[in-house]
């Protein structure tokens, strides 16, 4: 991909200066400013700071600390042009970039180099899968105890919520032209913005794109939305479960599988779809449990899987069931697909994209057959169930099936810095621990 045009130029940006940075195990931008004169050269960052826990800390035992020396890695631009800041006055660009160990190892505990390695399996049979994702948050007051937001148009506190409604949407009507307005500038195409069933919640889905550019451009929209709130006096939190009493928030995500010619392998010219999706939707299954901790990866993000909450709590799929964890939507046969519903909308993009489509393709690699799809009400039926907490979320990334698609040291750091923010956060009472999450997630 070509680094495309200079966002700063024409743009009344103030000259000189670029951000960088590369995203950590926990979705997080970490990077520097630098003068723009030096992006064609690798900057240098320690490789621990990929493996923080979630408040920015070290990793205690990590053997890329002291045991290292705290060795510096490269950060190189990924191949994703510099995108505009819109919510920051006079902010540089950013260019995104990727961690390697020196100028031409890759650095294999960077999540968005887990996913280039998964879709480089695809690559190698002359396939491309294509992801969207649908993403939810809630919009809560910027500061004091969480609370649902007053309403900009009628400076009144919403009281109910309102799915799909368009009254309480257009209460927010001046944010949300900012995100379509800052989505431009930025490269983003969001294709929906819904009123969601939760108190102050609502849902972005973003257009298909190469599965690459589909995670880079959810990480995008969370920065943009965050940013965005602030200007307008609100903070955006993607808490999989901020109000134990509202309803949860997931970052779904839909995939097919294109070949070199732009056709749909999942299309069969009926409602039912290929024996490549079905072997995929195998591979997923096999593989859920063993993933669980990333689509749920902090403590608080297990308190939404519940029975009946639109959360999924099993493996299970089955055809245009929104009560499974892997739903096969109706619709016209060139866009069949799968919707994969189970992760938290605090997932890191490039890990669950790495998970999904990783397992999909073992699934397609070994020609494995799912069970049945299940029909009707999926919470009353026998299936696999996902990891009850994040200690055993933990245990369970020792599952072999994980090292199917993910390094073993990414694997290792995931569980160390996973083991330390469970000690940290387990001290806290839930309100103290979502207020302390509510800033970073």
């Not at 650095?107 to 879709?119: C, E, H, N, T």
Request: with cysteine; glycine share 8%.
């Amino acid at each position: 991909m070509s680094p495309g045009p200079d966002p700063e130029e024409g743009s009344g940006q103030k000259p000189g200066s670029a951000r960088i940075a590369a995203v950590d195990l926990n979705g997080i931008l970490r990077g520097k400013r630098i003068p723009r004169a030096k992006l064609e050269n690798p900057a240098r960052m320690p490789l621990s700071a990929l493996n923080v826990d979630i408040f920015g800390h070290d990793i205690e035992d990590s053997p890329l600390v002291f045991e290292s020396g705290d060795a510096d890695g490269a950060l190189r631009p990924a191949d994703r042009p510099r995108v505009p800041l819109p919510w920051l006055a006079d902010a540089p660009p950013l260019a995104l970039c990727e961690m390697y160990e020196d100028k031409e190892t890759p650095f294999d505990g960077d999540p968005r180099q887990a996913l280039a390695r998964v879709i480089a399996q695809f690559s190698a049979r002359g396939w491309r899968p294509r992801c969207a994702v649908e993403i939810e948050f809630y919009l809560v007051e910027a500061e004091g105890a969480l609370a649902a937001p007053r309403v900009p148009r009628t400076q009144r506190r919403a009281k109910s919520p309102q799915v799909l409604g368009l009254q309480h949407l257009d209460g927010f009507e001046a944010f949300f032209n900012d995100i379509e307005t800052g989505a431009a500038s930025m490269g983003l195409a969001p294709a929906t913005i819904t009123s969601e069933s939760g108190l102050g919640q609502f849902e972005i889905t973003l257009d298909h794109a190469e599965a690459m550019n589909a995670a880079d451009d959810a990480l995008f929209m969370k920065e943009l939305i965050r940013g965005t709130a602030q200007n307008h006096g609100l903070t955006a939190t993607f808490l999989a479960k901020p109000f134990p009493d509202e309803p949860g928030s997931g970052l779904h995500v839909h995939a097919s599988l294109m070949n070199e010619e732009g056709r749909n392998l999942f299309d069969d010219g009926g409602p039912s779809g290929t024996p490549l999706l079905r072997q995929a939707v195998a591979g997923i299954l096999r593989a859920m449990p063993a993933s669980t901790l990333i689509f749920a990866p902090h403590l608080a993000s297990f308190a939404r899987f519940v029975d009946h909450a639109h959360a999924p709590t099993g493996a299970s799929w089955g055809y245009d069931n929104r009560t499974v964890a892997l739903r096969i939507p109706s619709g016209p046969p060139p866009a069949r697909r799968f919707e994969h519903r189970v992760a938290g909308a605090d997932a890191n993009p490039y890990l669950l994209f790495a998970a999904i489509l990783g397992a999909a393709f073992s699934g397609l690699a070994a020609s494995q057959e799912p069970p049945e799809p299940l029909a009707g009400n999926a919470y009353g039926q026998a299936c696999p169930s996902l990891c009850p907490d994040m200690a055993a979320a933990i245990d369970a990334l020792r599952d072999p099936v994980m090292l199917k698609f993910f390094a073993p040291r990414l694997l290792d750091n995931l569980a160390r810095t996973k083991a330390q923010e469970l000690r940290k956060c387990a001290a806290l009472s839930q309100s103290d621990l979502t207020q302390a999450l509510l800033e970073v997630v």
